[in-house]
């Protein structure tokens, strides 16, 4: 069901809103919150109602959902004072007012004067999850949601297969790229779902699990996205295992870790995270481990910094982290570069706080051929409303679906 009102179409099924012949980035609670009003426009629902039917009756305080309508009524183009679409029933709820027309099948959208991507079949409610074990013994858990060409996401630090579905920063993605693509996604070992206890952890450990991901699913030719870490340990893979990648597109990518950077206060800066990371770790109140994670997020909001933290210290515990930072710090994969021999599409923040945009540039300036895409943000972990949201998401969906 496609539901139309003034220039917008919002799909319920795949979970995306347009503007006329643009998509409209939108977090995944506010996508759903949007759409039980729109549902129930008949009537008033109730705060309690739509904390219910988001939150699944966790308990949330009323300021969270206020602030999940302004961003809604920002998205849309609506206001507290106009109430053009969401009108406010003060001590009662809200209602949604704009007149709905409702059409089982999305209309033909240009772009640019060319047809516009049709996004193929709806993702399904819930993924598929097995487990796959490694050389060494460890058990990894391993997500699988939608169809079409597989997608593989490589672990990162940010991943949970239980959690990344909802979380602001990463389901929008995932979701979109459902709808054309089989997605494949794994817990690192030490991580989520996967065994917790683990002796070490290292650049090869990671790329071990990527290895036994796509070995155990008997893959034989994929598109790889590598994230932050991940970009490290795709493009190990791609130069390992050229005739098995068909795409590879890196975010937030670097070649060396802190420790290899040849600079005292890249060194410096390794030890106060983990100093960060063990003063505060499991804390969500906590000054360090806010601190910590504001390099990935600067201008996020309090809510979203919030759920951020609360996922990650959900997904793993504080020594798998000080283990984890110690195996990003010292990676060191620049000889690799030059040898990748797959398609290749690089993004970076422009000011990322967390990875210099010198590091993502030189990844794509040493792989053959590969594409550069800078992003205006400052963040490492890309929000859903950011602008630049739209054109990673964009450009990395078109490159997967090139012939």
Not at 96 to 105: H, V, Y
Not at 129 to 148: P, Q, W
Not at 291 to 308: C, G, H, I, K, R
Not at 318 to 338: E, N, T, W
């Amino acid at each position: 069901m496609i539901y139309f009102f003034e220039d917008y179409a919002v799909d319920q099924d795949r979970r995306e809103c347009r503007r006329g012949r643009e998509f409209v980035p939108i977090e995944p609670q506010v996508f759903d919150i949007l759409l039980h009003l729109i549902r129930n426009r008949h009537r008033v629902v109730s705060n309690d109602e739509l904390i219910e039917a988001v939150w699944d009756g966790r308990i949330v305080a009323e300021s969270t959902l206020s602030s999940r309508i302004s961003v809604m009524r920002q998205v849309l183009g609506d206001s507290g004072e106009s109430q053009r679409l969401v009108r406010t029933i003060p001590r009662k709820g809200y209602r949604f007012i704009a007149e709905i027309q409702e059409a089982g099948t999305r209309p033909n959208l240009e772009i640019g004067g060319t047809k516009s991507i049709q996004r193929g079949n709806a993702a399904p409610a819930k993924q598929t999850m097995t487990f796959c074990r490694t050389s060494d013994g460890i058990n990894l858990a391993v997500a699988s949601v939608g169809e079409g060409p597989v997608v593989v996401r490589a672990a990162h630090w940010a991943t949970s297969i239980e959690y990344d579905w909802q979380l602001p920063m990463t389901g929008p993605l995932l979701q979109r790229l459902t709808a054309n693509f089989r997605v494949v996604r794994y817990d690192g070992r030490g991580i989520g779902l996967s065994d917790r206890t683990v002796s070490a952890l290292s650049f090869q450990t990671m790329l071990d699990d990527l290895e036994a991901t796509v070995d155990s699913l008997g893959l034989k030719r994929f598109a790889l996205l590598g994230i932050s870490g991940g970009a490290a340990t795709s493009i190990a893979y791609a130069v390992r295992h050229p005739e098995r990648v068909s795409k590879l597109v890196l975010y937030g990518s670097y070649p060396l870790g802190r420790n290899k950077r040849g600079s005292p206060q890249q060194i410096d800066e390794a030890k106060a995270f983990v100093t960060m990371v063990q003063s505060g770790w499991g804390s969500e109140t906590s000054a360090f481990i806010r601190s910590f994670f504001s390099f990935w997020l600067p201008t996020a909001s309090p809510e979203q910094l919030q759920s951020f933290i609360k996922t990650q210290c959900a997904s793993h515990s504080g020594d798998i982290a000080v283990k984890l930072r110690a195996a990003l710090d010292d990676i060191d994969i620049a000889d690799l570069l030059a040898r990748v021999r797959v398609p290749t599409l690089v993004f970076h923040c422009i000011r990322d706080a967390l990875v210099p945009f010198d590091q993502g540039r030189r990844v794509a300036a040493s792989i053959p051929d590969a594409r550069f895409v800078a992003l205006d943000s400052d963040n490492h972990a890309l929000l859903p409303e950011e602008a630049a949201w739209a054109i990673f998401a964009d450009q990395t969906e078109d490159f997967f679906l090139e012939a």
